[in-house]
């Protein structure tokens, strides 16, 4: 079993930053795939981005990239989510979520373990 906890979401204005992190219980973290998810209001989840549990590739989702870095660290059992320059639309629930996946994932079925969730209000 694996509880996943975010934390640093908040309100910030159009073209600033926030860094979210996302903390994992349990000692096999290092051979989960991590992803970020987000839910704008009256949205499904989509997915944003994630990082393998082998060789920390990642993947971005088109709107984010080259704004957004995920990254992770084991010896922390943390995963984080570096956003920048973000915009309004950005404004969403953000999930971390934990994969027994070798490799990385994009599909939301495959993740095992979900957040609570992180609120990121971008204003204009």
């Known amino acids: 079993q694996v509880q996943l906890v975010e934390s640093g979401g908040g309100l910030v204005q159009a073209g600033g930053s926030l860094r979210l992190s996302c903390a994992a219980s349990g000692r096999t973290f290092s051979s989960y795939a991590m992803g970020w998810f987000r839910q704008a209001p009256g949205k499904e989840r989509e997915f944003v981005t994630a990082?393998?549990?082998?060789?920390?590739?990642?993947y971005y989702t088109n709107s984010v990239k080259g704004r957004f870095t995920i990254s992770r660290d084991n010896a922390k059992s943390t995963v984080y989510l570096q956003m920048n320059s973000l915009k309004p639309e950005d404004t969403a629930v953000y999930y971390c979520?934990?994969?027994?996946?070798?490799?990385?994932?994009?599909?939301?079925?495959?993740?095992?373990?979900w957040g609570q969730g992180t609120q990121v209000t971008v204003s204009s």
């Open positions: 990082i393998s549990s082998s060789d920390d590739r990642t």
């Open positions: 979520a934990a994969a027994r996946f070798r490799g990385l994932t994009t599909s939301q079925g495959l993740y095992n373990y």
